[in-house]
Structures are given as structure tokens and as C-alpha cells.
Nanobody
């Protein structure tokens, strides 16, 4: 069973919005952290936002590149990424990820995440 499945990607003009969803095969609270990443061919995977088990605003961390434009949130089954004011440089494949740890260690380092989705393409045109 695939643990994480993303949806919601697509094409949008610059300045537009998209909402990505990531459905878990388990409850989101079973993961100590969940996060969104993106990757452009030929570049390293970039961490965008992470959220802790309790889903509170205080448990979120954002990369500077998306702070103020993207919002991470979750409910019992889904992880979300609301993306506003999109720019052409936001074009990438977007991945959700999750990890289970003995204690909460928020991180945007992809090497610390064990569970991954298959990715969804986001294309922003100018």
C-alpha cells in the first residue's frame, strides 16, 4: 500500500493559486513530521514546509523561498499545501513526505524523511 499519494498539481498562470493534497494510508498524527518538497530536473530536492504531529501553526517551518506565499496544513488523513502568488520559478514536481521518530525533530532536509509520495507536477507560466 502506497503510504502517500499527492494530487492537485496542474498548470496555472503567474500570480495564481493551487492547493496540493497528500492522502495518507494511515492517520497523519502517526507521523511526527510531514513536509512538502519540490524538485526541478538536475537540481537537488528542496524542502518547502514542514508541520508537526499536532498540526499547530507553531509546529510549522517554511523555507524563505515560500514564506508568506505557501501554507502547510493537515487534517486526520490529508496533508495540504496552499500555494498563492505563484511564480514561474515555482515550476517543479512537488512531493509530500513523512517520518516517524522517537521525538519531534522538524527538518526540511529530505534525507531525514522515510516515506514519500510519487510527486505531482506544478507548472506556472508567465
Amino acid at each position: 500500500q502506497v503510504p502517500l499519494v499527492e494530487s492537485g498539481g496542474g498548470s496555472v498562470q503567474a500570480g495564481g493559486s493551487l492547493r496540493l493534497s497528500c492522502r495518507t494510508s494511515d492517520y497523519t498524527y502517526r507521523y511526527t513530521s510531514m513536509a512538502w518538497f519540490r524538485q526541478v530536473p538536475g537540481k537537488e530536492r528542496e524542502g518547502l514546509a514542514t508541520i508537526g504531529r499536532d498540526g499547530s501553526e507553531g509546529s510549522t517551518i517554511y523555507a524563505d523561498s515560500v514564506k508568506g506565499r505557501f501554507t502547510i496544513s493537515k487534517d486526520n488523513v490529508y496533508l495540504y499545501l496552499q500555494m498563492n502568488s505563484l511564480k514561474p520559478e515555482d515550476t517543479a514536481i512537488y512531493y509530500c513526505a513523512a517520518k516517524k521518530e522517537s521525538e519531534w525533530r522538524p527538518s526540511l532536509d529530505p534525507r531525514t524523511y522515510k516515506f514519500w509520495g510519487q510527486g505531482t507536477q506544478v507548472t506556472v507560466s508567465s
